[in-house]
């Protein structure tokens, strides 16, 4: 049991005990323990398996930034994987086991992997997935071999919900230049937001104490401060995750992402300490000085019991202290430098009067495991030659990275410092503000007025684009950082990169085979891609890279930090899961009677009805019937509505249609036909003139949102004073056709419905049931036919009178299947299914709805070149017997002499003609052959005649039949 | 031809009537429109986030170069400024945009802003006026969580001090919502922030139920705004 007496400052509950399972041990701890506090405080010095060499591994970090502690979580009848067990707080009762072992972390059975080490060398998995023969094989062998946690598939679906907040200055880190930037920013009048992704505010200076009982009073004074700012407010447990243009932040919290938008950002995130490179690096027992101190002084637990110090710097000599205040032996201190600044000067007094053998120009060797795996002896050179000790414990403290990431990916660059031997701020974007060690800002008065500083011109600056020097670190400051902590060993095994075991010679390999970038070192080794995103082997891969290359770190760049900078669970990315879903107002009415759902752009629309005892094509083949037979009714709602006013209106219809629209007279209807630049179809539609300066118009339903805004966007480009306005969700719309429509229609309304008095293609605007609405008499679907428009909130009553009017007629409602078969029966083209991104207005053999004689129209230069160019493809219909075996679908291939000649773009069996007919997209030459040969999906390929168009009524008498007829 | 019985005064319909989950097929009706009686989903006035369908109240839309003067010569107040709205005699009337505007009657004005609609959409109202139908879904929202539903499902930030706080005019804000264009006017009445959302009818089902989720969530719900006894069953 390693748990130490009560620590002032501790963060966890010794009155609330609580139990849980590790690899099926119990495990006791308190509430407050990370998982990780807890194995420790139980003596689990083993808590994971390294990811591609299954090597024993331990605490390193202890910060939430590396791979050895990742957990598979068995709680409340989930099984959660990747849980970071350094600050994850455990429940009592969980059942943990780390992730990516065979048979347990103690006794995994792929530990032999560690042995082939030599065989897989840097950008192994390259080589071994180059032959595509080979891939299969491999795939599933390193999937098996390698990974991480096991995903739960069953994990039933958790709406978690993002939220959005709002600051004038969000200050990134509570540590002591955070806190100082947070309270001087809102002295300055500013609304403040202080996050910081540890449990409590203060940073590195409620662990680093330097053996001092309490924190310094100058950080406990500050804490108290910005808590007693009514300005400030503070979010912990939360990470920023990521840096968005207009300083938008996601913070990760336990719970969710929120996303912060801020007027002004302080980053205040402090730095990684970074290990030493050595042999035996990785052993259980060897861990950063700074996750020994926040393992003491956090929840009380003592790491080890007797250590030895690698240090290069005054905070490996604190640590020493803080260890020996605790009860730990402190072997001996080896600092690596071979003099020491002032500051370091102090401590190194304080340890040689507690009789800690301190020793200056030390040289790691090798790190040797004992029991377990665990470290027991560090072997080292010394002046007086090779030494080693015995020791359960060895703590780094060799230097430190800023966290750079949020800074890069807010616009802002650093550069390194030899004289503070770390990347420093260079340059910062207007509105974000850097302080502390991303600085150089190391000792607490530094920090405090680093973070004054930034909060001051942060709040100074709200609004302006006024920016802040780039920090500048103190003159003749001790430097905290060693320049190349790196030791080879001819034996290897010293590693640079934990996440992903890379090694030196790693490194070494992957620069002599080219790959001699940071950016090129990272992809081919994957340094830095691992779970800890490079925050611990970066900087010392990047020293090792440069030594290689004979050059000096100045000449070199940190890779590129992309969003997220910190792992985010899926859940937290997904949130809610907002995806608006329109309808019309009709909806319940179709659910009523059956609808079978289909979506339509982003609207949902019924299919079909669904009768009992009918399968799907006899429901649809049932409501074909009706229409032709009787008369059906469908919801044609979602189509785009739009009026178009003023005196300019018609001109404006006649530049974005290919027709003519300014001499339609009030009272009728027009198609159009909508073409971009080029020619190509783009959208189809009815206009109808319901005054000298009104039109009223329909758009496809998927294209009706981008069409209008392109209409407002060319109205203003042209000049033309156009009112639009668009009625799409706000007016119901209804087709009613077949032979009994006009009889059907008559029974609600006083409007003559007479062909005299109301003609094909006309429009009106009459009452209907009472109700205003807009009537058009079209040919939708090649019958006699009125389209109604209404007011949505009228829509279900008219839909209800309408069917309740028909039912003596055998009405029916029709949904989108039947409408497809009764448009191709009559030749109709379905805009973006029987046209593709090329097709133009002549290869659907619509010249017709074209009037190139027009002063302007969109697409109209275009068509007139192509006009004098042999067409590429056409559109033409063909037809089938029904009853063959092999169906040809919709974007089956036309093949001609072993060529694709065009495809299949619309196909079914006609109810009415009792055969399969389609339309085909096929080269012009092809066409004029008579027949098409169709490749069906079994790759048979079966001849269908080419045949005009319409199939049904090409006279078109059904949709112009007068009265009586 | 069957025997059809034409209502002698059509029934309007709430956008959201009989599509959002609820629990009996029972609506009521206020200024002769059907609304839905979420009875599930119901709360007192306060709790922490209440939802008010008022899509019943009459409204009406219109554009164009003259409707300032149209809604000048009907004896509206107009904003000055677009991006703004007035509260004069129980009317809102908001500026969209330069030349548009919606005019809404609050508890009072029904009939004059019906009388009012009927004179836009007759066949002599000037040619640069434009009427635009406005059959939206109307909510409001109001409770001490308000905030916190917003800051779940809008990026604008509506807190005070931002968020205006005036009863009888302000700015309004358009903007879209959980990935839906709205337009949001904030007020305080009596010392109460509520915000009032228009939103495009066709969205009402995904706009209402996925609002009301989080409501829920919140420990809010549905505040009906018509006594019990109200209701019927007019499906």
Redesign the interface.
Known sequence: MMRLPPIAGEWIDRAVPLTFSFEGHEVPGFRGDTISSALAAGGVRVVGRSFKYHRPRGLVSFANHDVNAMMQVEAGGRSIPNVRADVTPVEPGWRITAVNTRGGVANDRLAWLDRLARFLPVGFYYKAFHGKRLFPHWERMFRALTGLGRVDTTAPLRATAKRYDFCDVLVIGAGPSGLSAALAAAEGGADVLLVDENGAAGGSALYARGGATQPTAAVAALIGSVAAEARVRTLLGGCAAGYYADHWVPVVTGEAIVKVRARAVVLAQGASEQPAVFRGNDLPGVMLASAAQRLIYRYAVAPARRIAVLAANAEGYAAALDAQSHGIDVAAVLDLRSTVGPRTQVYRERLLQNGVRVLNCVRPVEAIGGAGGCVARLEFTAPSGLESVNIDGLWMSVGFAPLTGLLHQAGGTVRYDSGAEQFVLDSLPAGTYGCGKLTGAYTLAECIEDGREAGRAAAAELGNSGRREAGRRPAGAECSNHAFPVFRHPKGKEFIDFDEDLQIRDVENACQEGFDSSELLKRFSTMGMGPSQGKHSNLNALRVLARVRGESLEQHSLTTSRPMFHPVPMSHLAGRGFVPERRTPIDREHAVRGAVWMPAGNWRRPEYYARDGHTRAQAIAAEVGAVRGAVGLIDVGTLGKVEAFGPHAGEFLDRLYTGRFSNLKVGMTRYGLMVDETGVVIDDGVIARLGAECFYFTTTTGNSATLFREFGRLATWWGMPVGLVNLTGHFAAFNLAGPASRAVLAALTDLDLSDAAFPYLAAREAHVAGIACRLMRVGFVGELGYEIHVPAEFGVELWRVILQAGQSSGIRPFGVEAQRMLRLEKGHLIVGQDTDGVTNALEVDAAWAVKMDKPYFIGQRSLATLAQRPLRQTLVGFRLAAGGAQRPRESNLIIDGGRIAGRVTSIGVSPTLGHLIGLALVDPAVAAAGKLSLRVDSGAQITAEVVPTPFYDPLGEAQRRKEGA | ??V????????????I???HGVAADLSFVRED?ARPLPLDRTVVSDAAVVLKEMSWRRRFGL???AAESWLATHHFHVPSKANSWVVADGILVARLATSEFLVEALEAGQARVAVAAREL?A?DRP??V???????LVVELQGPALN?LL?????V?F?PP?GLRASDAGPLVLTSM???AVIAIPRELSGRRELTLWV????????WT?LL??AV?LGGGVLLDQPHGAYGDHT
């Open positions: 031809m069957s059809v019985s034409v209502p002698a005064r059509p029934l309007r319909r709430s956008p009537d009989g599509g429109m554009k164009g170069p959409y066949h040619l640069a434009y009427p635009v139908p406005r059959q939206d916190d800051r779940q499902t809008c990026s930030d807190a931002r959980i990935g839906v495009d009818p066709s969205y009402a089902h995904y706009f996925t989720a989080v969530d």
